[in-house]
């Protein structure tokens, strides 16, 4: 099976990832290669900082295709925030849950809203040796609630209903969220390239 290094900690978008593209690849994260040390995330894109993950870390694999994914939430009452701070909104050390609690409480001073409208955006990189191979985007649009539902997921899943559907992601099982999530969409945008280099 070809071997794949997600450019990843996140062992929840590791478990997504190897499930969308199932057995066609073998999916490694960073726990696999802890040789691997990835640049600082300065973009101010998600494509910039998903560009930094790949090329930084497939300078550490030599001749391994490396995928590399910089996703978020953007809340369009919040002017496109979290964005690309979704993973440090309530500060540079703070875990999903400090996130989700400052989310509810910037969602709360924009009562005025009837409906919190946003989606969450994945920017998917593929390099090889430092170069970059192909970019690809995916989003899922869908609303905010301000209590959270379910368990299942990461991050903001509790509190994301995708379009079509009346529960969050946190309670919907992890297929449907496969199906359809900025991920899976990401992912499918580049099945082509990387069917050719199986
Ligand atoms: P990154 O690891 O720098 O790409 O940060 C991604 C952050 O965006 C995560 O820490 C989550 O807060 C959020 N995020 C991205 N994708 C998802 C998802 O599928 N569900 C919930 N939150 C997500």
């Given at each position: 099976m070809p071997q794949l290094v997600f450019a990843t900690s996140n062992a929840h978008k590791t478990e997504e990832v190897a499930a969308i593209l199932g057995s066609a690849w073998q999916v490694e994260d960073l726990r696999a290669h802890p040789g691997i040390t990835l640049d600082e995330e300065t973009g101010d894109t998600f494509e910039a900082n998903a560009i930094i993950k790949a090329v930084s870390g497939s300078r550490g694999v030599p001749g391994l295709l490396v995928l590399a994914d910089d996703s978020g939430l953007e809340v369009d009452a919040l002017g496109g925030a979290p964005g690309v701070r979704s993973a440090r909104y309530?500060?540079?050390?703070?875990?999903?849950?400090?996130?989700?609690?400052?989310?509810?409480?910037?969602?709360?001073?924009?009562?005025?809203?009837?409906?919190?409208?946003?989606?969450?955006?994945?920017?998917?990189?593929?390099?090889?040796?430092?170069?970059?191979?192909?970019?690809?985007?995916?989003?899922?649009?869908?609303?905010?609630?301000?209590?959270?539902?379910?368990?299942?997921?990461f991050g903001y899943d509790s509190l994301f209903i995708p379009d079509g559907f009346t529960e969050t992601f946190g309670v919907l099982p992890a297929e449907t969220k496969n199906q359809l999530s900025h991920r899976a969409r990401a992912l499918a945008a580049m099945k082509k390239k990387l069917a050719s280099l199986r």
């Amino acid at each position: 099976m070809p071997q794949l290094v997600f450019a990843t900690s996140n062992a929840h978008k590791t478990e997504e990832v190897a499930a969308i593209l199932g057995s066609a690849w073998q999916v490694e994260d960073l726990r696999a290669h802890p040789g691997i040390t990835l640049d600082e995330e300065t973009g101010d894109t998600f494509e910039a900082n998903a560009i930094i993950k790949a090329v930084s870390g497939s300078r550490g694999v030599p001749g391994l295709l490396v995928l590399a994914d910089d996703s978020g939430l953007e809340v369009d009452a919040l002017g496109g925030a979290p964005g690309v701070r979704s993973a440090r909104y309530a500060g540079e050390t703070a875990n999903a849950a400090d996130n989700r609690a400052k989310l509810k409480a910037e969602l709360a001073k924009k009562a005025m809203y009837a409906r919190f409208k946003g989606r969450f955006h994945c920017c998917m990189v593929l390099a090889r040796d430092g170069e970059v191979l192909h970019i690809s985007h995916g989003s899922v649009e869908g609303r905010l609630i301000t209590q959270e539902q379910g368990e299942g997921g990461f991050g903001y899943d509790s509190l994301f209903i995708p379009d079509g559907f009346t529960e969050t992601f946190g309670v919907l099982p992890a297929e449907t969220k496969n199906q359809l999530s900025h991920r899976a969409r990401a992912l499918a945008a580049m099945k082509k390239k990387l069917a050719s280099l199986r």
